[in-house]
């Protein structure tokens, strides 16, 4: 189970505040996900909820 | 609003400004990779008519197209013109990072020994610290960073797409520790719901304490479609503001607004924000880079008038004064021969004999070369 962030990031870092388990990191290019904690919201929220916050759609599931 | 690329090979990519752009960015040319922007902001002056040409504005941060031979064009291009300061590179996501035609740009100015300045939102420059490092340790660089101010409700509204701010304030911080002159450019200063001291005096001392500089200022300007824009992003944000903004820029319903906002408002502004930055220990303006050898005095001293006209700005003057200060620092900026030895040699009669100087400014003239080179 997890998500991945693709290379149409655009550094914005909406997403990083808006994860429950604190899995969503800055990296050089582009924001990262840690795959080993990433539940994808799985009993914090319905959908994962910075998949709503990204404004260029670039969160997608792995 | 899927995003795409569409590469290309254009026939030149050197601009060649026909004076600097003192006090501003004190560049003599520009050249960029892309055109088009993927942060898309609605304010950015470049979704106005005379930077977009004939591209469509409503698919500037949807479609970026990509100057495939963009080094290539600057080795060439840069060999045929004057060794001055050079505008260069776009380290937007995702374009920068699939292309790296900035950091390619990068290796030709250093190659050519060119002055680099940078103005940039993205902090993927700093993967290009060590080439920067380079060309500062040739030549010079400078880096303005591009905050319009630090409140992340303005940025949701008019930059949603934009580099965070923290990561902007970061390279700021990166780029100061290695030893590059960096800055913060404030602009667009948000009329009526950022313009405030409070706006302002934040962004300043978080450019501060991050190891900047100085702060450029600037209002925002309305043109077309990004007018139209940004009133929709303010309405979106406080329709309770929508009215202060047409005043300000003289916008009639069905009519087109004012470029900018009235000199008045611009020179409260610049006021308020030369205050805090004296306040805080920062410039309100980038020091120009001065070449070696002894046409750097010319530079110097068009540096003075250069900087007096943001002065006569600031205090309203009327536009003859500031454009005798402007053109006479453009005829001072470009003489061939060093101005301390004409001056040495003729006295102020040969200042005064220079094109667009005349007598008084003539006078200014010395007054500055012997505060520059004091006598024995």
Same mark, same amino acid.
């Given at each position: 189970?997890?998500?991945?962030?693709?290379?149409?990031?655009?550094?914005?870092?909406?997403?990083?505040?808006?994860?429950?388990?604190?899995?969503?990191?800055?990296?050089?290019?582009?924001?990262?996900?840690?795959?080993?904690?990433?539940?994808?919201?799985?009993?914090?929220?319905?959908?994962?909820?910075?998949?709503?916050?990204?404004?260029?759609?670039?969160?997608?599931?792995? | 609003?899927?995003?795409?690329?569409?590469?290309?090979?254009?026939?030149?990519?050197?601009?060649?400004?026909?004076?600097?752009?003192?006090?501003?960015?004190?560049?003599?040319?520009?050249?960029?990779?892309?055109?088009?922007?993927?942060?898309?902001?609605?304010?950015?002056?470049?979704?106005?008519?005379?930077?977009?040409?004939?591209?469509?504005?409503?698919?500037?941060?949807?479609?970026?197209?990509?100057?495939?031979?963009?080094?290539?064009?600057?080795?060439?291009?840069?060999?045929?013109?004057?060794?001055?300061?050079?505008?260069?590179?776009?380290?937007?996501?995702?374009?920068?990072?699939?292309?790296?035609?900035?950091?390619?740009?990068?290796?030709?100015? /250093? @190659?050519?020994?060119?002055? #680099?300045?940078?103005?940039? *939102? &993205? %902090?993927? !420059?700093? =993967?290009? $610290?060590?080439?920067?490092?380079?060309?500062?340790?040739?030549?010079?660089?400078?880096?303005?960073?591009?905050?319009?101010? /630090? @409140?992340?409700?303005?940025? #949701?509204?008019?930059?949603? *797409? &934009? %580099?965070? !701010?923290? =990561?902007? $304030?970061?390279?700021?911080?990166?780029?100061?520790?290695?030893?590059?002159?960096?800055?913060?450019?404030?602009?667009?200063? /948000?009329?009526?719901?950022?313009?405030?001291?409070?706006?302002?005096?934040?962004?300043?001392?978080?450019?501060?304490?991050?190891?900047?500089?100085?702060?450029?200022?600037?209002?925002?300007?309305?043109?077309?479609?990004?007018?139209?824009?940004?009133?929709?992003?303010?309405?979106?944000?406080?329709?309770?503001?929508?009215?202060?903004?047409?005043?300000?820029?003289?916008?009639?319903?069905?009519?087109?607004?004012?470029?900018?906002?009235?000199?008045?408002?611009?020179?409260?502004?610049?006021?308020?924000?030369?205050?805090?930055?004296?306040?805080?220990?920062?410039?309100?303006?980038?020091?120009?880079?001065?070449?070696?050898?002894?046409?750097?005095?010319?530079?110097?001293?068009?540096?003075?008038?250069?900087?007096?006209?943001?002065?006569?700005?600031?205090?309203?003057?009327?536009?003859?004064?500031?454009?005798?200060?402007?053109?006479?620092?453009?005829?001072?900026?470009?003489?061939?021969?060093?101005?301390?030895?004409?001056?040495?040699?003729?006295?102020?009669?040969?200042?005064?004999?220079?094109?667009?100087?005349?007598?008084?400014?003539?006078?200014?003239?010395?007054?500055?070369?012997?505060?520059?080179?004091?006598?024995?």
């Amino acid at each position: 189970m997890a998500m991945t962030i693709t290379d149409e990031c655009i550094l914005c870092g909406a997403c990083e505040p808006e994860c429950p388990t604190e899995s969503i990191s800055e990296g050089d290019t582009i924001y990262l996900i840690n795959v080993e904690t990433c539940v994808e919201c799985v009993g914090h929220a319905d959908s994962p909820t910075w998949v709503a916050v990204c404004p260029v759609d670039c969160i997608v599931k792995l | 609003m899927s995003l795409r690329f569409q590469e290309y090979r254009p026939r030149r990519i050197l601009n060649v400004h026909k004076h600097t752009d003192g006090p501003w960015f004190w560049s003599r040319y520009s050249a960029h990779p892309y055109i088009g922007c993927r942060s898309g902001c609605e304010f950015c002056y470049l979704r106005g008519g005379h930077y977009l040409g004939r591209r469509d504005p409503a698919t500037f941060d949807t479609l970026i197209q990509v100057k495939l031979n963009a080094a290539e064009l600057l080795r060439r291009e840069l060999a045929r013109v004057p060794t001055d300061v050079i505008v260069c590179g776009d380290w937007q996501q995702p374009a920068e990072d699939r292309y790296r035609l900035s950091r390619a740009m990068l290796e030709v100015v /250093l @190659d050519h020994g060119f002055p #680099l300045f940078v103005v940039e *939102r &993205s %902090p993927l !420059l700093i =993967r290009d $610290l060590d080439l920067l490092q380079e060309i500062q340790r040739k030549t010079w660089v400078g880096v303005v960073y591009s905050i319009s101010n /630090l @409140d992340q409700r303005l940025k #949701l509204a008019f930059e949603p *797409r &934009s %580099p965070g !701010l923290r =990561r902007r $304030l970061q390279a700021v911080e990166q780029l100061a520790r290695a030893g590059i002159r960096v800055g913060v450019s404030l602009m667009p200063i /948000l009329p009526a719901i950022g313009d405030d001291r409070q706006h302002l005096e934040e962004t300043i001392t978080a450019t501060r304490d991050h190891g900047g500089s100085f702060v450029l200022a600037g209002g925002l300007t309305m043109q077309g479609v990004q007018a139209e824009r940004t009133l929709q992003a303010l309405e979106r944000l406080d329709s309770s503001q929508v009215s202060r903004w047409r005043k300000l820029y003289r916008w009639q319903p069905g009519a087109w607004p004012d470029y900018g906002p009235p000199r008045a408002y611009a020179s409260r502004l610049g006021l308020t924000v030369r205050e805090l930055c004296e306040q805080h220990g920062m410039l309100d303006r980038m020091p120009r880079y001065i070449p070696p050898g002894p046409l750097g005095v010319n530079k110097r001293l068009a540096e003075q008038f250069f900087l007096r006209t943001y002065d006569l700005e600031l205090a309203q003057a009327p536009n003859w004064r500031i454009w005798a200060y402007r053109k006479a620092a453009w005829t001072v900026d470009d003489w061939p021969e060093p101005l301390d030895q004409v001056y040495s040699q003729g006295g102020a009669e040969a200042l005064a004999a220079l094109p667009e100087v005349g007598d008084r400014l003539a006078g200014e003239l010395a007054d500055c070369i012997a505060q520059l080179a004091p006598g024995p």
